[in-house]
């Protein structure tokens, strides 16, 4: 039976990353106390997913291994809420994929939980409204704060240091400013056709993982406040992007067939 | 010499294309870019042509819009001489002095960005004037305004990929979204120029999407200056993408 962590709840969209949360937490023995899936009223494609996450809900294959030292896969054949009944989370579904929406806010002021591992759509920034409702919210943030804020910044990393990170913070009212609770260094991934939607996720989920399990040993979230003094990126410019996989990241292999939606 | 040599590496870099008709990679130079920005948000990879095909359509965009430059004003026709510390006759052989920067020039620009910090409000236009009046300056200048209002803009653009005519409220941007090409021109020559001789991403990021605006407006700007800028900034594109990709070995 897995341990359920009484305080902390996931809210998020259906794709990879969530998918990567669930699916790991479940493999190493956790589970979420509660579970809030948010979803498109008209089944949009939203920031961060693809189409599958929106039609069938699942795709048919199952990838490899993303890290040398990393066996865990993420099962895209699996929906959420396959994933959360397996585990026995309860959960309801919200129909809006924005965190500031009222009903968003109206489905989290109904719960319990004081933690939230949050996996909204790309750059859904978190308003005044939400933040303000006594809940802490547990973000995986694919960079090193506070050198690496903002969007886009496994791209920049690669480019500025051949690596990437995973800082895991509480979301705060600056971006990318919050409480740090920990940061996770990896090796820059060997694919780089699946960077976006398989190593991000894994290197995320993995970063959680050593949150939950310090929580789990501790009781509680060990945190520290973050420099104020930092450098918040932007989305990246295509041309940069290919740059930093093709010529001046680590030396890396593309995919012939890249399965990286646009 | 900026652009010779920036568009010679970019043509040497690139690969041999086949004989048949190819369609580009690289499509975000196309389009209603002034009402409808590129989101650039998962885009796709496609692997070493997209940096051909960008360096291509970049290099026939400066072709176009190269020439015609005769009849600069003599405002832009000292700022560009001296940003590019050279005549810019060069290009074209007609030949143009280093044409001073008036003192006059130099207390107006640092009037307007005085008053934009301190009021946090200001028109874009003569903001962007103001700026490229102190990166023209011959002598080293570094001024606190200045870099609080190129760090207000370049937020505000990344975060909508469009200018706006006015700033407000602490300089975030206002409602009044802009059109005005020559607003765009000046201000993608700003952003090419004000990171002197170093690359500085986040800069060149802005360069990058402000110059998709350009050259997908290429066939519009007539204006001598806006032109010359537009070429201007397309040449610094250029420079500051080979000074990246040769990092470490220059």
């Given at each position: 039976?897995?341990?359920?962590?009484?305080?902390?709840?996931?809210?998020?969209?259906?794709?990879?990353?969530?998918?990567?949360?669930?699916?790991?937490?479940?493999?190493?023995?956790?589970?979420?106390?509660?579970?809030?899936?948010?979803?498109?009223?008209?089944?949009?494609?939203?920031?961060?997913?693809?189409?599958?996450?929106?039609?069938?809900?699942?795709?048919?294959?199952?990838?490899?291994?993303?890290?040398?030292?990393?066996?865990?896969?993420?099962?895209?054949?699996?929906?959420?809420?396959?994933?959360?009944?397996?585990?026995?989370?309860?959960?309801?579904?919200?129909?809006?994929?924005?965190?500031?929406?009222?009903?968003?806010?109206?489905?989290?002021?109904?719960?319990?939980?004081?933690?939230?591992?949050?996996?909204?759509?790309?750059?859904?920034?978190?308003?005044?409204?939400?933040?303000?409702?006594?809940?802490?919210?547990?973000?995986?943030?694919?960079?090193?704060?506070?050198?690496?804020?903002?969007?886009?910044?496994?791209?920049?990393?690669?480019?500025?240091?051949?690596?990437?990170?995973?800082?895991?913070?509480?979301?705060?009212?600056?971006?990318?400013?919050?409480?740090?609770?920990?940061?996770?260094?990896?090796?820059?991934?060997?694919?780089?056709?699946?960077?976006?939607?398989?190593?991000?996720?894994?290197?995320?989920?993995?970063?959680?993982?050593?949150?939950?399990?310090?929580?789990?040993?501790?009781?509680?979230?060990?945190?520290?406040?973050?420099?104020?003094?930092?450098?918040?990126?932007?989305?990246?410019?295509?041309?940069?992007?290919?740059?930093?996989?093709?010529?001046?990241?680590?030396?890396?292999?593309?995919?012939?067939?890249?399965?990286?939606?646009? | 010499?900026?652009?010779?040599?920036?568009?010679?590496?970019?043509?040497?870099?690139?690969?041999?294309?086949?004989?048949?008709?190819t369609v580009s990679t690289y499509t975000y130079d196309a389009g209603d870019l002034l009402h409808s920005p590129n989101s650039y948000r998962y885009t796709q990879i496609h692997g070493p042509q997209f940096i051909d095909d960008w360096a291509s359509q970049r290099a026939a965009a400066m072709d176009e819009l190269s020439g015609g430059w005769t009849e600069l004003d003599l405002q832009s026709q000292g700022i560009i001489s001296r940003i590019t510390k050279k005549p810019l006759g060069e290009s074209n052989g007609t030949g143009y002095s280093d044409t001073s920067i008036s003192s006059e020039m130099i207390a107006w620009s640092e009037r307007i960005l005085t008053e934009a910090v301190d009021t946090g409000a200001a028109d874009t236009y003569d903001l962007v004037n103001a700026m490229l009046i102190q990166e023209s300056r011959l002598e080293a200048v570094d001024l606190a305004e200045q870099k609080l209002a190129l760090e207000a803009m370049r937020?505000?653009?990344?975060?909508?990929?469009?200018?706006?005519?006015?700033?407000?409220?602490?300089?975030?941007?206002?409602?009044?979204?802009?059109?005005?090409?020559?607003?765009?021109?000046?201000?993608?020559?700003?952003?090419?120029?004000?990171?002197?001789?170093?690359?500085?991403?986040?800069?060149?990021?802005?360069?990058?999407?402000?110059?998709?605006?350009?050259?997908?407006?290429?066939?519009?700007?007539?204006?001598?200056?806006?032109?010359?800028?537009?070429?201007?900034?397309?040449?610094?594109?250029?420079?500051?993408?080979?000074?990246?990709?040769?990092?470490?070995?220059?």
């Amino acid at each position: 039976m897995n341990t359920r962590l009484n305080d902390v709840g996931f809210i998020g969209i259906q794709n990879n990353r969530s998918r990567a949360y669930l699916q790991r937490l479940a493999q190493s023995g956790f589970r979420f106390s509660y579970a809030i899936i948010l979803t498109d009223p008209q089944r949009k494609v939203v920031a961060g997913q693809q189409q599958h996450d929106v039609s069938t809900g699942n795709a048919s294959c199952i990838g490899s291994p993303i890290l040398p030292d990393d066996p865990f896969v993420i099962d895209e054949s699996r929906s959420l809420i396959e994933t959360l009944k397996a585990v026995g989370t309860n959960y309801s579904l919200v129909d809006s994929v924005d965190m500031n929406d009222d009903l968003v806010i109206e489905a989290l002021s109904l719960r319990p939980e004081g933690v939230w591992c949050f996996s909204g759509s790309g750059g859904n920034i978190l308003r005044r409204p939400v933040l303000s409702l006594g809940k802490r919210f547990l973000h995986m943030h694919p960079g090193a704060v506070p050198e690496f804020r903002g969007s886009t910044t496994f791209y920049y990393s690669l480019i500025e240091s051949g690596s990437c990170a995973v800082s895991a913070i509480f979301l705060s009212s600056g971006v990318d400013m919050g409480d740090l609770v920990l940061i996770r260094h990896f090796p820059p991934p060997t694919d780089m056709s699946r960077i976006d939607y398989h190593y991000d996720p894994v290197i995320r989920s993995a970063t959680l993982l050593s949150v939950i399990e310090d929580y789990d040993r501790t009781g509680a979230f060990s945190v520290k406040p973050q420099q104020n003094e930092g450098k918040t990126w932007y989305t990246i410019h295509p041309l940069l992007k290919h740059l930093a996989v093709l010529e001046l990241g680590p030396n890396i292999q593309l995919d012939p067939s890249p399965d990286v939606n646009g | 010499m900026i652009d010779a040599h920036s568009r010679h590496h970019a043509a040497t870099k690139q690969t041999p294309k086949a004989l048949t008709m190819t369609v580009s990679t690289y499509t975000y130079d196309a389009g209603d870019l002034l009402h409808s920005p590129n989101s650039y948000r998962y885009t796709q990879i496609h692997g070493p042509q997209f940096i051909d095909d960008w360096a291509s359509q970049r290099a026939a965009a400066m072709d176009e819009l190269s020439g015609g430059w005769t009849e600069l004003d003599l405002q832009s026709q000292g700022i560009i001489s001296r940003i590019t510390k050279k005549p810019l006759g060069e290009s074209n052989g007609t030949g143009y002095s280093d044409t001073s920067i008036s003192s006059e020039m130099i207390a107006w620009s640092e009037r307007i960005l005085t008053e934009a910090v301190d009021t946090g409000a200001a028109d874009t236009y003569d903001l962007v004037n103001a700026m490229l009046i102190q990166e023209s300056r011959l002598e080293a200048v570094d001024l606190a305004e200045q870099k609080l209002a190129l760090e207000a803009m370049r937020r505000n653009f990344e975060c909508s990929r469009i200018l706006h005519s006015r700033y407000e409220r602490r300089l975030r941007h206002g409602l009044s979204i802009s059109t005005d090409l020559a607003l765009y021109t000046r201000t993608a020559a700003l952003f090419g120029v004000c990171s002197g001789g170093e690359v500085d991403l986040l800069t060149l990021n802005v360069l990058l999407k402000l110059n998709d605006v350009l050259v997908a407006n290429r066939s519009t700007i007539s204006d001598p200056a806006d032109r010359a800028y537009s070429h201007l900034a397309l040449a610094m594109e250029a420079s500051r993408v080979h000074m990246l990709r040769n990092r470490g070995t220059e």
